[in-house]
């Protein structure tokens, strides 16, 4: 998320009440989670596992739960709580707002869209020209759709992000800050859901399709021309190249890359990266042949047991 300018590290640390390390006009532009950070932004960390990512990553303001030495160029901002102040900063910055309106007055929708009965629209939403959304689609704050894009029945687009921290006694909230962003020539079926970005944006590359009952998770970038069948299930953070194809209840796992090309078949669990041009089958899903000589061993094996214990 873009702060609407830039704010000096003094003052970003008196909205928190929290102590800093750094010049104290030190300049900060954005406020992102690990996967998204740039140059400018806030980035927060909670666990001395993850100290060396945050400080090393393209964030130049690390939001921290201890002292540690500065990185040269870097601010920190020493908090008791780093999760709990970066969703104070995110509700500073971006405080709830609710559109009561069918269609929200800030919303844009091109002349030659059609929104069909029950459509939810709301804030800040941009619509290209000659789409089609089908009724009740929920289109949530500040998504953007290009040109050409279907969407069909009871669809959600930009819900919250499946982001949480464990507490002693509840699961506190991630507030999710980002958008979706929907390319030229999408298509997007029936009941399926797209998260918003934590902080960044989910995004579906134009000419995409994508059939219905399919979830697509929070910050996963999906490339230009990919099929996705019914029930596929991708996870938060996931980089899906331009021309992948998944197939029926395929399923990814967090932060992997799907190359260029690839294929992931029917009812696989990917929980790896594949390489451009590959198709990868099964779960664990691993390289389709291979695994289709694995399936083929497997149905020897009662033969085989049997040859054993009839000796």
Not at 93 to 120: C, R
Not at 163 to 178: N, V
Not at 200 to 210: L, N, W
């Amino acid at each position: 998320m873009k702060l609407p300018s830039a704010y000096k590290l003094k003052d970003i640390a008196s909205i928190i009440n929290c102590e800093f390390d750094g010049d104290a006009n030190h300049l900060i532009t954005g406020l992102n989670e690990i996967h998204m950070v740039e140059a400018g932004d806030i980035v927060f960390v909670d666990h001395p596992k993850y100290y060396d990512k945050a400080l090393q990553s393209k964030a130049t303001t690390i939001l921290i739960d201890k002292k540690v030495e500065c990185p040269a160029g870097k601010a920190l901002l020493i908090s008791k709580d780093p999760f709990r102040d970066y969703n104070k900063l995110v509700q500073h910055f971006q405080p709830a707002s609710y559109s009561l309106k069918q269609i929200s007055d800030t919303a844009k929708v091109g002349k030659t869209t059609v929104l069909m009965p029950g459509v939810y629209i709301g804030n800040n939403v941009t619509i290209g020209e000659n789409c089609v959304i089908h009724p009740n689609v929920a289109i949530y704050d500040n998504c953007h759709l290009g040109n050409n894009v279907i969407i069909h029945a009871n669809t959600v687009i930009g819900a919250d992000a499946f982001y949480y921290k464990k507490r002693p006694d509840f699961f506190d909230k991630m507030i999710s800050c980002g958008r979706v962003v929907i390319e030229d020539n999408v298509e997007i079926g029936a009941l399926c859901t797209i998260d918003k970005g934590v902080s960044g944006d989910t995004k579906i590359g134009a000419g995409t399709k994508i059939d219905n009952h399919v979830q697509i998770g929070h910050d996963t970038q999906v490339g230009k021309m990919c099929l996705m069948a019914s029930h596929v299930a991708v996870a938060g953070v996931v980089v899906i190249e331009d021309g992948v194809t998944l197939w029926g209840q395929a399923g990814v796992r967090s932060d992997v890359k799907l190359g260029k090309g690839s294929v992931l078949l029917a009812q696989s669990g990917l929980g790896e990266d594949i390489p451009a041009g590959k198709t990868y089958f099964g779960s664990p899903a691993g390289d389709a042949r291979g695994k289709m000589k694995e399936v083929a061993a497997l149905k020897m094996l009662p033969d085989l047991i049997k040859q054993i214990t009839d000796k």
